[in-house]
């Protein structure tokens, strides 16, 4: 019996390690995948910047000057599955007729709304004369943005600010690629 014994317990013992080593598919680590979101920016719909010349003296006069805007850009958005609420950008930009002041992505249907701001863009070069440029960054994407961003209904877009266009110069729908 003590033989026999001997001979089972390292046969039950070998079992139980080979069970517990074998390879378990539900433990594999999921494929990480992006998605690309990308806008053409152009200008952003009738906006138009106007100035007033007030005159001195006993009356006044004031010249109405309406100015169209100008320009173009692209932007591209990448979003890592591990990680769904931060978005690296590249956004591109040029022909702008006075220097930019920043970049958004706002929330709304067009890029000619005036959506609330959901997200400043940053490293947008700002000088003084800053009217082509490049950016490059990441952003933290709030719900909403998530939201609009993964069901595709075009409710987010980003637009550049310019000195004579505080509103949005150029502007662009995002969409999933």
């Not at 003590?2 to 390879?23: E, G, T, Y």
């Not at 004031?62 to 690296?88: I, L, R």
């Not at 920043?102 to 997200?119: D, F, V, W």
Request: aromatic share 6%; net charge positive; charged share 5%.
């Amino acid at each position: 019996m003590k033989a026999l014994f001997s001979l089972i317990v390292p046969v039950l013992l070998m079992a139980v390690v080979f069970v517990a080593c074998k390879k378990n598919n539900d433990d594999a680590i999921p494929a990480v995948t992006t998605t690309t979101y990308t806008a053409a920016l152009t200008p952003a719909g009738s906006r138009t910047a106007t100035s007033t010349t007030i005159t001195s003296g006993t009356g006044t006069s004031a010249t109405v000057v309406s100015v169209s805007a100008t320009g173009t850009g692209n932007f591209q958005g990448v979003v890592n599955s591990t990680n769904p609420t931060q978005m690296s950008y590249t956004l591109t930009y040029s022909g702008l007729a006075t220097p930019v002041t920043g970049a958004y992505i706002n929330s709304g249907t067009s890029a000619t709304a005036s959506g609330p701001q959901a997200i400043t863009l940053t490293g947008i070069p700002t000088s003084t004369t800053a009217t082509s440029g490049t950016a490059t960054g990441t952003a933290t994407l709030p719900t909403g943005v998530v939201t609009n961003l993964t069901s595709n209904n075009s409710q987010s877009y980003v637009i550049i600010t310019t000195q004579r266009f505080p509103n949005g110069a150029i502007g662009g729908t995002i969409t999933r690629q």
